[in-house]
């Protein structure tokens, strides 16, 4: 019988109602004994590392996760977290980048409504990650609402909706209907193992923890009236900046209103830029308006192409904590990591 880690960290899922409403209360154990039948699937075992809101969760905090997974390494076959919705998505990100060329499973899972309520969610998304852990898949994988999601894909698009997540820019690893997995393509075949080729998991190379970071990041929402001036504070006091674009990456350049000049005046601080876009689908491409080619020719920019804001931000920490030189940080940003950007988009 293969045996999972069940490792918790609070989050709704964890919660019962406390006098200033929900909070995380249960540990690891006491969540299983909700669902005793998961013990007929696996040998599996819990561990508490922490109980929080994951409102409250810290690239500090996903360090320690990331941590457990590689001190039990050898002891289990896959791993399950359960975890908050609220920043779920940035973790099973930045635990794709620590967790360097894992090769067993790692499935992040949660809940809308917490595990002693009616009504609950709980019980199925951890019996659904569960079984996926049992597949063997290597990766990061989110599982909420029958569906097993990229970690580098999952983004929470519904605050109270059951189905709150969704796999933005690549399709849908896997469904779960019944205790039945069904893999994108139908089944584990051709289809999904021809797309699993471009995740980088090299089965030559060691599994290695990496969890140096730097969080000296700001995440820029471009408006329109944006106070241009909010690029000089950032200058100052930041060393990576990921930007929210309009559109397909559309930046203002008036003469009067020039933001692309002030982008440039960031990186040539030695600021390291990433541009994103504001729209959750399809991506950024800054060759198509002139008001996005400007900065595209600026070759010191990184285009993430069609990755999400919580994969950038992960990964841009994590690369300005790994290397020493923009040129290595551009290299990292802009190649695919299990699936994390398109290739044609690249």
Same mark, same amino acid.
């Given at each position: 019988m293969k045996k999972i880690l069940f490792i918790t960290t609070g989050g709704t899922i964890a919660s019962s109602e406390g006098d200033n409403g929900l909070e995380p209360s249960f540990d690891a154990e006491e969540l299983l004994a909700h669902i005793p039948e998961i013990r007929d699937l696996c040998d599996i075992n819990g561990k508490l590392v922490m109980n929080i809101d994951s409102t409250n969760m810290r690239p500090t905090s996903v360090k320690k996760i990331a941590e457990t997974v590689f001190e039990n390494y050898d002891d289990y076959d896959g791993f399950v977290v359960t975890h908050g919705t609220d920043t779920m998505g940035y973790t099973s990100s930045l635990l794709t980048y620590m967790l360097s060329n894992i090769k067993k499973p790692v499935v992040v899972t949660g809940s809308q409504v917490a595990i002693g309520q009616p009504y609950t969610d709980a019980k199925k998304n951890i019996s659904d990650a569960v079984r996926f852990a049992l597949e063997g898949v290597p990766g990061i994988f989110v599982a909420f609402d029958g569906k097993i999601i990229n970690g580098t894909r999952a983004i929470k698009m519904r605050s109270k909706s059951m189905n709150a997540f969704e796999?933005? /820019?690549r399709p849908y690893v896997a469904s779960i209907k019944l205790g039945k997995i069904t893999y994108n393509g139908d089944s584990r075949g051709n289809e999904y193992e021809n797309e699993y080729e471009i995740m980088n998991i090299d089965p030559s190379e060691p599994f290695r923890l990496r969890t140096d970071l730097c969080t000296d990041v700001f995440v820029?929402?471009?408006?329109?009236?944006?106070?241009?001036?909010?690029?000089?504070?950032?200058? *100052? /006091?930041?060393?990576?900046?990921?930007? *929210?674009?309009?559109?397909?990456?559309?930046?203002? /350049?008036? $003469?009067?209103? /020039?933001? !692309?000049?002030?982008?440039?005046?960031?990186? $040539? +601080?030695? &600021? &390291? &830029? +990433? &541009?994103?876009?504001?729209?959750? *689908? $399809?991506? !950024?491409?800054?060759?198509?308006? $002139?008001?996005?080619?400007?900065?595209? *020719?600026?070759?010191? +920019?990184?285009?993430?192409?069609?990755?999400?804001?919580?994969?950038i931000v992960g990964k841009l920490m994590w690369a300005l904590g790994n290397f020493n030189n923009l040129s290595d940080v551009k290299c990292f940003m802009e190649t695919p990591i299990f699936g994390d950007m398109s290739v044609e988009e690249k």
């Open positions: 796999s933005i /820019n820029l929402k471009l408006y329109p009236g944006i106070d241009p001036d909010i690029f000089d504070f950032i200058k *100052e /006091n930041y060393k990576g900046l990921v930007i *929210e674009t309009f559109g397909l990456g559309g930046i203002p /350049n008036l $003469e009067d209103y /020039n933001i !692309v000049s002030k982008v440039k005046e960031v990186i $040539e +601080a030695g &600021v &390291v &830029v +990433a &541009v994103t876009t504001q729209c959750v *689908e $399809e991506g !950024v491409n800054l060759g198509v308006y $002139e008001v996005g080619r400007d900065l595209a *020719e600026h070759n010191k +920019a990184i285009i993430t192409g069609d990755m999400n804001t919580e994969a």
